[in-house]
């Protein structure tokens, strides 16, 4: 069966960037497993994908602009430590921060006696990455999986309630 919009895929990846530095795999957990189409994969990985069947092994690269976009500056950010009162904030968490573009996630980048400095881009963002994957299964997605936008383990409740 082909990876097509709609299809079950279960693959493994390792993502690299230029320099072929690994920065994240699932070789060595579970593979990962989502709907076509669904946008859980960067537009363009996802479009890659069209085509392969399970043993089907593929190197992609994309650009950062195809990948998590450009880094821009002003999404990084100083505010007064007092903005955080009563919390023990370190470099590397993130929070939801209201913005004018509405609700992103940021991360702490740098934390000083006075002042915290936070980054709304995404941590790949500006970076050329590739992706090797390795597809290990193509399958019909089921009703519920398709109404719900996504998989569901054999034989498990996915956990939430859809009304």
Partial sequence: MKIENEKVVTMHFTVMDKEKTVIDSTYDAEPLAFIQGSGLLVRALEEALFGLTANDK???????DQAYGERFEQL?????????????VN???Q??????????TVIVVDV??????????HPLAGIDLTFDVEVLEVREATEDELSHGHIHAE???????HH
């Fill in 58 to 64: 593929k190197s992609v690269s994309l650009t950062a």
């Fill in 76 to 88: 990084i950010q100083s505010m007064p430590k007092t903005m955080f009162e009563g919390m023990d």
């Fill in 91 to 93: 470099v590397g968490m």
């Fill in 95 to 104: 929070f939801r921060a209201t913005t004018d573009d509405g609700e992103q």
């Fill in 112 to 121: 000083s006696d006075d002042k915290i400095v936070v980054d709304g881009n």
């Fill in 155 to 161: 034989g498990e409740s996915c956990g939430h309630s």
